[in-house]
């Protein structure tokens, strides 16, 4: 592709940003251009970035599932990567994404269009898995599909966000298109198995562990096994043990 002169590129920027909104543009393009520039995350609005700087990245290939416009891609080439493939379904995060590096002279990172369902089997020595799933996905058992679809894609580590710990009443009940309360307990148990609801909490993370089986450690950031029974999002690094 011939590369565009900068006023080119800022107007493609900006029309690019003005055709999408949240959650299809999901970070504020500042925020990104803010690591590019400074690599500082001051200021940045996600209080899950800070424990994600404990991530040892430096000289490995990641691959950046649902990278959206590359907040992480280029925090993770900032910090040392040395190289990042982002992949997403909404062309226009991605072109958004390869304009910014272009702009701020970030190379390193590769965006391509594609879904993590459908991917052909590749793994990465390190795959970002970084608000894919949620309280929808939970909900609805996406989840479940979602989290095998990353495992999949990794080589050895994987760095997920995600609510270790819900409470159905607090955090699925309300959702649009959510059925009554009693109704949402029967579909967890079904899909995610009942040992994992217990009282009024539902253990997506010892589901996810489980699911994972004893090839492989979970670990939480910070390292502090509360972490772990914590009913806000938190990041996990697990890691591939015979990887
Ligand atoms: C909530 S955003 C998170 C973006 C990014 N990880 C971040 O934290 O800045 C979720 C992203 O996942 C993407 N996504 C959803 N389903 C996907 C799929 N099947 N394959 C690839 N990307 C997908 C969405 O398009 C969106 O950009």
């Known amino acids: 592709m011939a ?8 107007q493609r920027l900006e029309a690019l940003i003005s ?10 393009v500042e925020e990104v251009e803010q ?44 910090r040392g990567a040395k190289h990042v493939v982002g992949e997403d379904i909404i062309p226009e995060s991605l072109e958004i994404a390869r ?24 793994q990465h020595e390190m795959v970002f898995f970084i608000d894919i799933i949620g309280n929808n996905s939970v909900r609805e058992g996406r989840a479940v599909d979602q989290f095998d679809a990353a495992v999949r894609a990794v080589g050895k580590e994987l ?11 607090r955090h699925l009940a309300g959702l649009k298109g959510a059925p009554p309360l009693e109704q949402i307990w029967e579909e967890l148990r079904e899909t995610y198995g009942g040992e994992y609801c217990r ?3 539902f253990y997506f993370l010892e589901w996810a562990h489980d699911r994972l089986g004893p090839g492989w450690k979970v ?12 009913i806000r999002k938190q990041i996990f690094h697990i890691v591939r043990k015979d990887g």
């Not at 590369?3 to 800022?10: E, F, L, W």
């Not at 055709?19 to 504020?28: E, F, G, K, M, N």
């Not at 304009?99 to 089997?121: M, V």
């Open 35 to 78: 690591v590019l520039t400074t690599g500082s995350i001051e200021g940045t609005g996600d209080p899950n970035t800070k424990d994600f700087l404990l991530v040892d990245v430096s000289g490995k290939e990641i691959l950046d599932l649902g990278c959206n416009v590359g907040y992480y891609t280029y925090l993770a080439l900032k």
């Open 199 to 201: 009282g009024d909490h």
């Open 219 to 230: 670990n939480p950031l910070p390292d502090d096994e509360n972490m772990a029974y914590s």
């Open 3 to 10: 590369t565009m002169n900068a006023a080119d590129q800022q």
């Open 159 to 169: 760095i997920i966000s995600v609510r270790p710990v819900f409470v159905p009443e």
């Open 99 to 122: 304009i910014l590096g272009e702009k701020h002279n970030c190379p390193g990172a590769e965006f391509r269009e594609g879904s993590f369902f459908t991917r052909n089997g590749a």
């Open 19 to 28: 055709s999408i909104s949240h959650p299809d543009l999901w970070r504020p």
